[in-house]
């Protein structure tokens, strides 16, 4: 019983606040998310990348185990995600970003959080730093089938993640103005990315069920089987592991959508639109059953 209450406590917030924008989205579809697009690239993700580094008490060598750990998981979704992609007839390039970046940030950040607390929240911002990273680098690569090597330096998340690093590589402790202030930006970045993913639910559509459904599959139920399999290869154990578990059990995220619909043709923005919708209402289903095998076995 106890550990139900605990799998309640970490997922049904997260679950809320989606429904919040959801329902927000319904009732008003002109409901403008541009800023929160833009607060959460340019100031909000940067201080929750600082704050989740610095301030929850994980040491540099963890980070970079799991940061090492995050890219071994991203090429397994990304060989699964060629395998499903050849078999459903579809681009092996401009439609792999769904596979390979799930939503670690602003549902994987939170339900770790309140899984096993500030230092699962700190692991899983090694694993998020990563896939931050690839959105705007190798997901624009793909999007647009042409390396852009200024793109990594145009992007806020990266200096963040040198400017964390260097705190916790040399264990300098963070001024209590600077921790403030990011946690505060942390947590308002997470309820907002959070609320617009309920509103993106109400626009994006399911173009071909069928394909969405098999896609999704590869995301949110193998996805997990390929975390667990790292998890018993490396032999790793404690929340950490269960934290990887749970990252790797993400549907895919809304922000694959967006960069494609800048880059890529109609029609793959639409499989990728039918893909994030799948998933995530799958993943409604897949994560609290992921989220307690975690904390049953890795805690």
């Known amino acids: 019983m106890e550990l139900l209450i605990k799998l309640f406590e970490a997922v049904f917030p997260v679950f809320f606040i989606i429904g919040i924008g959801y329902y927000l989205g319904k009732k008003n579809p002109k409901i403008d998310t541009a800023f929160i697009t833009n607060f959460a690239a340019n100031i909000g993700s940067p201080g929750l990348i600082f704050y989740s580094i610095t301030s929850t008490g994980i040491t540099f060598e963890l980070f970079s185990v799991y940061f090492f750990y995050a890219l071994v998981v991203i090429t397994g979704f990304a060989l699964v995600g060629l395998v499903f992609l050849f078999f459903q007839r579809k681009d092996l390039v ?3 970003p769904p596979f ?5 940030g602003n549902m994987g950040l939170p339900i770790c959080l309140f899984a096993y607390g500030v230092k699962g929240f700190g692991v899983a911002s090694a694993i998020s730093a990563v896939v931050m990273l690839l959105h705007f680098t190798l997901g624009v690569f793909l999007a647009k089938k042409k390396f852009d090597s200024q793109l990594i330096l145009k992007t806020p998340a990266f200096y963040a993640i040198i400017f964390s690093l260097f705190f916790l590589y040399f264990e300098i402790k963070p001024p209590v103005f600077l921790v403030n202030l990011t946690m505060l930006l942390s947590y308002a970045t997470i309820f907002l990315v959070l609320m617009s993913l309920g509103i993106a639910l109400t626009r994006l559509k ?3 069920f069928k394909d969405a459904m ?3 599959i590869g995301r949110v139920i193998i996805g997990p089987i390929i ?3 790292l998890i018993k290869f490396f032999n790793l154990t ?14 895919s995220a809304v922000l694959t959508y967006l960069v494609g619909s800048m880059y890529s043709p109609k029609k793959v923005v639409d499989s990728i639109a039918s893909m994030i919708v799948v998933s ?3 993943s409604f289903v897949t994560i ?3 989220v307690f095998f975690a904390l049953k076995y890795f805690n």
């Open 227 to 229: 975390g667990f399999s």
């Open 206 to 208: 399911v173009f071909s």
């Open 238 to 251: 404690g929340f950490a592991a269960g934290v990887l578990l749970i990252q790797c059990s993400m549907p």
């Open 100 to 104: 390979i970046l799930p939503n670690t």
């Open 214 to 216: 098999v896609a999704s």
């Open 280 to 282: 995530t209402i799958i």
């Open 288 to 290: 609290p059953i992921v």
């Open 94 to 96: 401009t439609e792999l």
